[in-house]
């Protein structure tokens, strides 16, 4: 009606009242569409693009330059920038083609949504519609996981693994972990509250996650990760004490589990063996094919330390080195290894700018929080995961890294501020 009185009276008033409704909804449209980038990632690859791409034209008509600025300031917000900054510039002295050099640095991209995240949520964009989509969403695909197992009859068993209905048991077992600790710290806390019925069935679901780790589909870099994990939850807890009951107890399951998993037993010990029986002559294997890209990494780097040899190197770098008896895996653009990645392309000086990157999150997420929990849930994983992946060059992991920091890094940087100015009122 109001608007049907402005128009009558000035008719260019109506496009602009209009245009104001809805720039008014656009935050809230930009919490659904992070929620349903969350919702997406542990499914399709395409679609988490396409919503991420909606995401930044819902959100930055509502992040004005100064709010921008505020992120790009601190340190958990501006050494993401930083790194793609580097990143570019190393395009510079890389010996390569151009569309290398484009391709290269398109691993960095992702990082520059961090600030944007921050900047949206700590204003108090609706955080919790993300967080809460991504273990349910993964729910959805533990149940399918466990049904393609536990249904006999099924032609179809996963895609490319067993027990795997989408993308690669890597991704799979690894946001399976993520979801598994986020529920028991969620747990956790139900139980000091006396709401000991629910607790207890977020253990239970837990349980499944990480059984599903330990019978179905096991990435052997989520068994170290999990270790990790299991005794950082007892510490933030209960101290030192919770951190060795934490292993205690972890240990005792860990030998449960390792008694009736054949599988699990399989992985650890074909892991092993590939290891004991490296040969610089025989590296087909996952853990020979590590230690060949690592060794030469290692070299590529010494030849140029401080800056590396450019962005999007790395394949010239393993070309120039093989040999007519190099196997054609041995040739890479991905040496499995975060640090490595960036040492070979941006040198020292890359590397020290993304362990400070890591330190700037651990430290946004270091409170007591339960937000803060799921926060450094998974900045662990991911710097832990980094050292026998490049994750962060990764798209579906990397992805997880940025939403998970961003979204959740945000939400704890508004209640923070929220209880600043509370703090401030008479």
Not at 18 to 30: E, Y
Not at 199 to 211: E, I
Request: glycine residues 10%.
């Amino acid at each position: 009606m109001i608007a049907r009185m402005i128009a009558t009276s000035e008719p260019g008033l109506e496009t602009a009242v209009v245009k104001g409704d809805i720039r008014a909804q656009l935050p809230r449209i930009a919490d659904m569409l992070a929620a349903a980038v969350a919702v997406s990632l542990p499914w399709s690859t395409s679609a988490t693009g396409i919503l991420i791409v909606l995401w930044l034209i819902a959100a930055l008509p509502t992040l004005d330059r100064a709010t921008r600025m505020r992120e790009l300031a601190t340190a958990a917000g501006g050494l993401p920038v930083l790194l793609w900054t580097l990143g570019a510039l190393g395009m510079l002295w890389a010996d390569v083609s151009w569309s290398e050099r484009l391709e290269g640095l398109s691993g960095f991209h992702k990082l520059l949504l961090i600030p944007l995240l921050f900047a949206h949520y700590r204003r108090g964009g609706n955080a919790w519609w993300a967080i809460l989509g991504f273990p349910a969403s993964s729910g959805a695909l533990l149940v399918v996981s466990w049904a393609l197992v536990l249904t006999p009859g099924l032609e179809w068993r996963g895609d490319r693994n067993f027990g795997v209905p989408v993308k690669d048991y890597i991704f799979q077992s690894e946001i399976f972990a993520i979801c598994a600790f986020g529920l028991m710290g969620q747990a956790a806390a139900l139980w000091r509250e006396r709401r000991r019925p629910l607790a207890l069935v977020l253990m239970l679901v837990a349980a499944l996650f990480a059984s599903n780790i330990a019978y179905v589909a096991t990435s052997r870099t989520t068994l170290i990760v999990m270790v990790a994990l299991v005794l950082l939850f007892g510490l933030r807890l209960f101290g030192w004490r919770g951190g060795l009951a934490a292993v205690l107890v972890g240990g005792m399951v860990a030998g449960i589990v390792w008694v009736s998993s054949p599988y699990l037993r399989e992985r650890v010990a074909q892991a092993i063996e590939d290891v004991r029986s490296y040969d610089p002559g025989h590296i087909d294997t996952s853990a020979g094919l590590r230690f060949e890209y690592w060794s030469k990494s290692l070299t590529f780097v010494a030849e140029a330390p401080v800056l590396g040899h450019g962005t999007g190197s790395i394949a010239k770098l393993f070309q120039r080195a093989a040999t007519p008896q190099t196997i054609p895996t041995a040739i890479t653009t991905n040496p499995h290894n975060q640090l490595l990645a960036v040492a070979l392309q941006l040198g020292v000086v890359g590397v020290l700018g993304f362990i400070a990157m890591w330190i700037a999150h651990l430290a946004l997420l270091s409170g007591r929080t339960l937000l803060a929990w799921f926060g450094l849930v998974v900045v662990v994983d991911n710097v832990i995961s980094s050292f026998f992946n490049s994750h962060l060059f990764d798209f579906a992991q990397g992805w997880l890294y940025v939403l998970g920091v961003g979204i959740i890094g945000g939400a704890v940087l508004h209640a923070s501020s929220t209880a600043a100015t509370r703090e401030q009122k008479p």
